[in-house]
């Protein structure tokens, strides 16, 4: 018997979640996995021969190859979204859902929000939307290092939470963090939170690294 030959493009998100899980057992035997992972996306009986075993183990070989496509422009007629341009709001929720998820979970959820997906998503090939997130990812690293002071917040309080906490327990909820930053930049006024979220993430940005600019000057007195 022989068995088509499987790539990536054939690998929908749900697929890649279950593949996912089989690739992080650890109770499987070499022949289990080709078996696993072979169930996915062939049918074929109990019996097989050395010969059939060997045609299945050929058909699935993408997996020890690496899966990084380009971002596509749009996926099922949605155009992808601007990272430059997209609202603090959306930030916030791609970060969040990153921070907190392992990147096999995140990868659905992260790709409803670029090219405004439905339940839809998960029969997508991965292909079609991992590349986007990836590419968001590393957009957000760049957000990162280009900003560090709107993501520093100096608080003596937090620095004397942080040392009652042991080094392997996360220093503070990455939602609860962002809450904090958007607050701080309304300046404790709870009626401009709605308008902040709604920004572009970048003017936010700029403004808050500007508005901290010219606190640190105003209290060194230049």
Not at 101 to 106: P, V
Request: contains cysteine; aromatic residues 10%.
């Amino acid at each position: 018997m022989q068995f088509k030959k499987i790539n990536w493009s054939d690998v929908s998100i749900r697929d890649f979640q279950e593949l996912h899980d089989i690739m992080n057992a650890t109770d499987l035997t070499p022949t289990g996995f080709v078996l696993e992972v072979a169930d996915l996306f062939h049918e074929f009986d109990d019996d097989l021969s050395e010969k059939d075993l060997k045609s299945l183990k050929d058909s699935i070989s993408f997996v020890s190859t690496p899966c990084k496509p380009k971002a596509k422009e749009s996926v099922n007629g949605k155009p992808m979204m601007q990272f430059s341009r997209m609202p603090l709001s959306n930030f916030i929720e791609l970060d969040v859902t990153l921070v907190k998820n392992d990147f096999c979970d995140a990868l659905p959820i992260c790709a409803q929000i670029i090219y405004d997906l439905g339940d839809e998503v998960f029969d997508l090939p991965v292909t079609d939307v991992i590349g986007a997130v990836l590419s968001f990812a590393e957009y957000r690293q760049n957000v990162y290092s280009k900003y560090p002071n709107v993501f520093m917040i100096d608080d003596e309080d937090d620095v004397d939470e942080a040392d009652d906490i042991e080094d392997d327990e996360p220093k503070q909820d990455v939602a609860t963090g962002w809450l904090k930053i958007v607050f701080l930049m309304a300046e404790g006024d709870l009626t401009k939170y709605n308008e902040i979220i709604s920004s572009p993430h970048i003017l936010v940005f700029n403004w808050a690294s500007l508005s901290d600019s010219l606190k640190s000057k105003k209290a060194s007195g230049n």
